[in-house]
């Protein structure tokens, strides 16, 4: 809003949202600041802000410890794997619907997201008998395959929006030049539409990274990604605040610097085109 | 404009979505169906046959189905009342010409991208222990008694821990909404000599109206199957069992399958009721 207003506005405004906003972030800070300490220090009373020996041997234990490398790995896969699956089976579904929409393309959005309203707890025990049945269980390939179905909607419905407001002219001005069908979508469409798919996969993959009652109910030892990992720090290892720290802390970095990127896309992402 | 060709492969390019979405929703949901409809105990006797709405019977009427429908309605009455209050103040201020106005944006949308393992465990944890977590400490520098928050105060540090995760959520979509919000509209009603307040009714709510429906409508979607967070803090213990948690107890834990499914059937229900309403906005904004 570019409305004249008096420095002392601005001055409380921006002490009261600093306030606010340190606040909100706190909990983070405090476990990346604890990430640092000595378990003796993490509980120390009174509790130390940053006048304390900082370490990196909680980091050492946790990567030493606990096999941390493989639940990584398994984030990472699965995350990366389900989002790039996703994109591959959406974008044909989203073009189409974009550029060739029919009667029913509406009918067929909304029924796609009313899959995504299906409560977990409602299938659950169908999908861990047919995971059982066909040897997924456990496995990094069977929950890349759930996590690409559950998150499936929101890829599809995020890249029509973004096709949505690719001008179609440009495509029939191909199209009177002689463009084939395949040659449009490579260097016509393809090129306006990457900027969206990137963004698209940018939420995919944090939401994937993120998920947890599928990655909970799914894995055991061999599959389990850092959900399951930091899970399992339940108790006792939950006591010991300072290595609790440092495994939260590389869990969550990844996405938080991810997440500042796209702060744009969660609002599209999640509202499904409703709020802009 | 699109001829038949183009027709037909659009349909070609829509099939495995379509299907795959197909199969998810429909090879699942009939299974949890048919198993609703039978005694079946995996680890005691197995498949004991069809027994009609028995099992939706004794859900119903077991002890804990009526208290899980209260948990389940308070923490999701609970977090939406806090988010969207806080998240309309805090979308209000963010809006305001300030310094740093990136940084806190960042810093308040931070919770947001914390796994949900994380953030429930780092609060029960560090924040909430009786004896060592930081609430501990804070409350006995004031002299009082530390509260035992897992047991005493389950529901509460539940609803804390959940809207702390989606208050980020709810001020970011409301935001975003704020900020379209035609700035020239404002600056009449104030020059017309309406005060705050009456501006905050009269303009800037009806503007959001659309978001805040939004918002409250997908929250109360995700929040009706919170998992982790009551999983990693009390196990469903100390009247913190939501109805999805208990038809993941029944089913996995218990592994009274026919049971569960019918709880099953009961949140697909309940889920179904609000996301009718979801997608009736959602599909007006289609045309549009």
């Known amino acids: ?276 | 404009m699109a001829t038949q060709h183009s027709r037909s492969a659009a349909r070609m390019m829509m099939a495995p979505a379509v299907i795959l979405l197909l199969g998810w929703m429909l090879v699942p949901l009939t299974m949890t169906l048919w198993f609703s409809f039978r005694k079946y105990l995996p680890l005691r006797g197995g498949d004991m046959g069809w027994v009609g709405f028995d099992n939706y019977v004794s859900f119903f009427n077991s002890s804990s189905f009526w208290p899980s429908i209260q948990t389940t309605l308070l923490i999701v009455g609970g977090v939406l009342i806090i988010t969207v209050v806080f998240g309309v103040l805090l979308a209000l201020l963010l809006d305001q010409p300030m310094w740093g106005q990136g940084i806190v944006r960042i810093l308040v949308i931070a919770p947001f991208f914390v796994m949900p393992t994380v953030s429930a465990l780092v609060w029960k944890n560090i924040f909430m222990d009786p004896v060592n977590g930081l609430f501990a400490h804070l409350w006995k520098f004031f002299g009082a008694t530390p509260v035992v928050w897992m047991s005493q105060a389950s529901m509460e540090s539940i609803i804390l821990i959940v809207s702390w995760q989606w208050l980020p959520f709810a001020t970011l979509i409301l935001l975003t909404a704020t900020q379209s919000l035609d700035s020239e509209q404002l600056e009449a009603s104030e020059i017309d000599g309406a005060r705050p307040l009456q501006r905050f009714f009269y303009i800037i709510l009806p503007h959001l109206g659309r978001a805040l429906t939004i918002v409250i409508l997908i929250q109360t979607i995700f929040l009706l199957a919170i998992f982790a967070e009551i999983f990693v803090t009390t196990g469903g213990a100390f009247g913190t069992k939501t109805l999805s948690y208990l038809v993941f107890q029944r089913v996995l834990e218990s592994q009274n399958i026919g049971l569960g499914s019918a709880g099953g059937i009961y949140a697909v229900i309940l889920a179904n009721i609000v996301a009718i309403f979801l997608m009736r906005i959602v599909g007006k904004n289609l045309d549009t």
Do not use: C, H
Not at chain 1, 125 to 134: E, G, V
Not at chain 1, 178 to 204: D, F, Q
Not at chain 1, 207 to 227: C, G, M, R
Not at chain 1, 235 to 264: C, N
């Open chain 1, 1 to 276: 809003m570019a409305r004249a207003i008096t420095n002392n506005r601005k001055i409380i405004n921006t002490t009261a949202a600093w306030l606010i906003g340190l606040l909100i972030f706190f909990p983070i800070l405090w476990t990346i600041l604890t990430s640092f300490k000595t378990e003796a220090q993490a509980i120390a009373s009174p509790p130390l802000f940053v006048g304390f020996d900082w370490t990196l041997e909680n980091y050492q234990v946790v990567l030493e410890r606990s096999n941390y490398a493989r639940f990584l790995w398994n984030s990472i896969f699965i995350a990366g794997g389900s989002t790039l699956l996703g994109i591959l089976i959406a974008v044909p579904a989203a073009w189409s619907m974009a550029f060739v929409p029919s009667k029913k393309t509406k009918d067929i959005l909304l029924w796609m997201l009313s899959t995504k309203m299906l409560p977990a707890v409602g299938v659950l025990y169908p999908i861990y008998l047919l995971f059982i049945k066909m040897g997924l269980l456990d496995s990094i390939l069977g929950l890349t395959i759930v996590l690409m179905l559950i998150n499936l909607p929101i890829i599809v419905w995020m890249l029509y929006t973004y096709f949505k407001e690719i001008p179609v002219d440009i495509l029939e001005a191909a199209r009177m030049d002689g463009a084939s069908l395949r040659s449009e979508i490579l260097y016509v469409l393809t090129p306006m539409a990457l900027p969206g798919i990137a963004s698209t996969m940018l939420l995919n993959f944090i939401l994937a990274w993120n998920e947890a009652f599928w990655t909970l109910n799914l894995t055991a030892a061999k599959a389990a990604p850092l959900t399951a990992f930091i899970a399992s720090y339940s108790s006792p290892e939950g006591l010991f605040y300072a290595k609790l720290s440092a495994a939260s802390t590389m869990a969550i970095a990844p996405i938080l610097v991810l997440g500042w990127f796209s702060q744009k896309q969660l609002v599209r992402g999640l509202t499904f085109g409703a709020v802009k």
